[in-house]
Structures are given as C-alpha cells and as structure tokens.
C-alpha cells in the first residue's frame, strides 16, 4: 500500500500565472490601503511596484519576494507590497518551482 499524502497539480505555464495573479489579487485591498497611507504625505505619489518572487513547489509558499530597481512608486509603497506577499501560498501547490514577477501598478484615480 504505497501512496502519497496529498495532491500537487502541474499546471501549465499560463494557468500556473493566472493561478499566481489570482493569489495577490487576494491582497489588493491592503495594497490599495498601503497606497492610502503614502498618498496622505505625498498627494502626488504614483508609480509601479515590480516584484520578483519564488513559489516553492510542494507548498506553493512564495518566498523570497524583493522589488527589483525599475519600480517606481515610492519606497514606503514598495515595502509595504513586498511585506504583503508574506504568509501567501498557492491552494493547490504545484510540483514545479515558480519564478516570478509581477507588476503593480498605483495611481490617483
């Protein structure tokens, strides 16, 4: 009686995104929040976030997520996006490792 316990999915590469892009979309309320906070110092501030991340294969953790230097919105905004990634985890994981990144973007609108 041999088995595995639990079930991993193999996505394909766009449903491994659209199941990533769907996860942080579960943040966006508290993105949006974090951009509130920075926009009461700083009327006009604006810009993109762009974050490059892991997801652990097995546990679907991401890990490891940092802006990379072409984002543009204030530092505040950028930590506040990164910190936000932590805890979150895809549901199903997969069996392969992702390499990510995704962009945010944050305007006045």
Known sequence: LGGCSGSFHARGPEDYKQATRALLETRQAEFQACYDNV???DPNAAGTVSVHFL???KTGKITSPKALPESSA???LQECVVKGL???ALDPPDQRKGDATMVFEFARG
């Open 74 to 76: 204030p530092a505040p």
């Open 39 to 41: 926009i009461k110092t």
């Open 86 to 88: 932590d805890g979150l």
């Open 55 to 57: 997801v652990e294969e």
